[in-house]
Every structure is written in C-alpha cells, then in structure tokens.
T-cell receptor, first 112, second 115 residues
Framework: QQQVKQSPQSLIVQKGGIPIINCAYE??????FPWYQQFPGKGPALLIA?????SEKKEGRFTISFNKSAKQFSLHIMDSQPGDSATYFC???????????FGKGTTLSVSS | DAGVIQSPRHEVTEMGQEVTLRCKPI?????LFWYRQTMMRGLELLIY????????DSGMPEDRFSAKMPNASFSTLKIQPSEPRDSAVYFC?????????????FGSGTRLTVV
C-alpha cells in the first residue's frame, strides 16, 4: 500500500499547549486528507479534513496546515485540554477510488 | 441510526479454530470497509465493498482470510484457521463514498485474541 508517514509516535503536552502532529505522503494523486481521533475502546472518528486546493482549514481548536509542494500536512490543536488525550491518525485517499490509507497514529497525552 | 454495529466485541479462540466477525453498516451507506489495527502496523485496510461487491481485497493477508457481504446490511470477515499473529482489533466502517466527503463511520471494533 502507498504509505502515509506520521510523526511523532507519541506526544505529551501540558494543558493549554499546542501539540503538532505531522504527516507526509508520496502519491501526488492523493486529494483528500482527513484526520481521525480515537479514544480507547472506540473506533476512529472523523475530526477534520482538507483538500489540496487550500493551505489551511480550521474547525474550532483544530487546524490542518497543508503544504502541497512538500507533500506534507499537519494537525495543530490549540489550547489543548485533557479531554483531547487520544490517538490521532492522518489519512489520505484519491477521488478515483482508493480507500483511506492511514498513518500509524500518534498517542497524545494532555496533562492537567 | 445506531451507527456501525460489530459483533462480538471480544473474541478469544484457540489456534486453528475458525473465527467469524460480523458487521452491520449504516443504512444507506454504499461502501463497507474492513480494517485491522495493531501496534506495529497501525490501521491496515483489508478489503472494501461497494454495493455489496468486493472492490479491493489486496490487503487481505492470505487465503485464510475471507470476507463476504451477502446484502446491504450485513458483512462477515472469516479467518480459518486462525493463528496467534492474527490477534488484533478488527474494525468495520461504512461510508457514502470511498475516499472523499463525509468520512468513514467506524464501529467499536472486535478485539481478537488467538492463543
């Protein structure tokens, strides 16, 4: 499978900090880049998504930054809270029919 | 809607036994996906269906794995015979599209342990 490389594997921040999770891809045909959030014992849930025609998208405290030339995108969580502690997955797919390919995930812990 | 429903939530079986995982997708979703999650490999796509037809099964590890979707409201993933390396959390997801708007709705998963 074509890869989506995610880093870091784990991240610890204090409440109010701004954790940043990065992803890189190789396939230039990818045109949809979502982030999923997973809590223990649950399935991943869509958090926010971006298309390559924009460089940034914000939804509440969550922001995706997209750099098409570098083939990278990142998730920023503003004013992080203990309730944001979860595993975050980046993913990518193509409009032409490729199912979502996920990164390996980042376990975020926000301490109070 | 109750979301994507998977059963069982947990399964412990002995090596060599047959295991069947079940999934009920969200009504109206034309796409159904089976993923496997492990610490080492993350979330891997095993197979996906469109309108009950398998489209991409390139992620199925080997012939011991098979998946069916006899109708729009039910799918199974079968492992026969099971091996300890099959231990993982298996997720079913459904969506309106394969890779664009709307996102995938995942079930809560089946945690499979093969001893």
């Amino acid at each position: 499978q074509q890869q989506v490389k995610q880093s870091p594997q784990s991240l610890i921040v204090q409440k109010g900090g701004i954790p940043i999770i990065n992803c890189a891809y190789e396939n230039t045909a990818f045109d949809y880049f979502p982030w999923y959030q997973q809590f223990p014992g649950k399935g991943p849930a869509l958090l926010i998504a971006i298309r390559p025609d924009v460089s940034e998208k914000k939804e509440g405290r969550f922001t995706i930054s997209f750099n098409k030339s570098a083939k990278q995108f990142s998730l920023h969580i503003m004013d992080s809270q203990p309730g944001d502690s979860a595993t975050y997955f980046c993913a990518a797919s193509t409009r032409g029919g490729t199912a979502l390919i996920f990164g390996k995930g980042t376990t975020l812990s926000v301490s109070s | 809607d109750a979301g994507v429903i998977q059963s069982p939530r947990h399964e412990v079986t002995e090596m060599g036994q047959e295991v069947t995982l079940r999934c009920k997708p969200i009504s109206g979703h034309d796409y159904l996906f089976w993923y496997r999650q492990t610490m080492m490999r993350g979330l891997e796509l095993l197979i996906y269906f469109n309108n009950n037809v398998p489209i991409d099964d390139s992620g199925m590890p080997e012939d011991r794995f098979s998946a069916k979707m006899p109708n729009a409201s039910f799918s199974t993933l079968k492992i026969q015979p099971s091996e300890p390396r099959d231990s993982a959390v298996y997720f079913c997801a459904s969506s309106l599209s394969v890779g664009t708007v709307g996102g995938y709705t995942f079930g809560s998963g089946t945690r499979l342990t093969v001893v």
